[in-house]
């Protein structure tokens, strides 16, 4: 893993989205895995103002996870987060965006749904991550044992903490996620941390130590990781 460690967030969201774009490049017909939540928007603005459109016009973007039991335009799930940040503006077509449904009525086959496409589309070229307050990626939770693939999740206290889901009146009851093995089998890997409310959990994660309990920590196992992190975040 190459860990950077910037002044601030936007030097961090300048840096990130000059690396995305470069990773863009590379991809005539890249499949985007994204993360959303506080720390990668200035990320994805930044990136959405240097992407050129013909670059643009082939990107498939793949939803990391969503909230479950609640609309799918909720204003804070992660399905308008992705309309707002990425899909509106760099144009993505209904044909190159699969996402998670919030609220299916089958939650079961809804995840077998989504392996099939990620089955079918993938692997993943580039994955964006966030590191969770607890060291979770995506809804793939500190446990015993972790899942490898598309997975409904028992959503920690921790998750319910997050801003998201402190702004809403009805809580979702779960998770819709992709698995571990489904996030380590990119090709390439970001994870963008920030703030001083994350330093005590990054310093267990640039600790190496890998554990179930941190499962950000089997980023270290991955040969193509880069880890941008502002000076809050790193104490």
């Not at 990626?137 to 999740?153: G, M």
Request: net charge neutral; charged share 25%; proline share 5%.
């Amino acid at each position: 893993m190459k860990v950077e460690v910037l002044v601030d967030k936007d030097a961090l969201a300048e840096t990130a989205s000059n690396f995305l774009l470069e990773e863009i490049r590379k991809h005539a017909k890249l499949l985007l895995c994204a993360a959303t939540g506080n720390t990668p928007i200035g990320t994805y603005k930044k990136l959405s103002e240097k992407l050129k459109s013909d670059q643009a016009e082939k990107i498939r973007l793949l939803k990391l996870d969503e909230w479950g039991g609640i609309f799918m335009a909720h204003p804070e799930s992660c399905e308008q987060y992705l309309q707002e940040s990425l899909i509106k503006p760099l144009k993505i077509s209904k044909d190159r965006y699969f996402s998670f449904e919030s609220d299916p009525n089958n939650p079961e086959l809804e995840i077998k749904r989504m392996q099939k496409i990620l089955d079918r589309e993938g692997p993943i070229d580039l994955c964006v991550l966030g590191l969770g307050a607890n060291g979770h990626l995506a809804f793939n939770e500190p446990a015993d044992q972790l899942i490898p693939h598309c997975h409904i999740a028992d959503l920690s206290s921790a998750s319910m903490q997050h801003s998201m889901a402190q702004a809403m009146e009805e809580k979702p009851t779960y998770g819709l996620s992709l698995g571990m093995a489904d996030i380590l089998q990119s090709k390439t890997i970001v994870i963008l941390i920030s703030g001083k409310h994350k330093r005590a959990i990054t310093k267990a994660f640039l600790s190496q130590k890998i554990s179930t309990q941190l499962p950000a920590s089997f980023l270290w196992l991955h040969p193509r990781t880069y880890c941008f992190l502002d000076q809050e975040a790193f104490g």
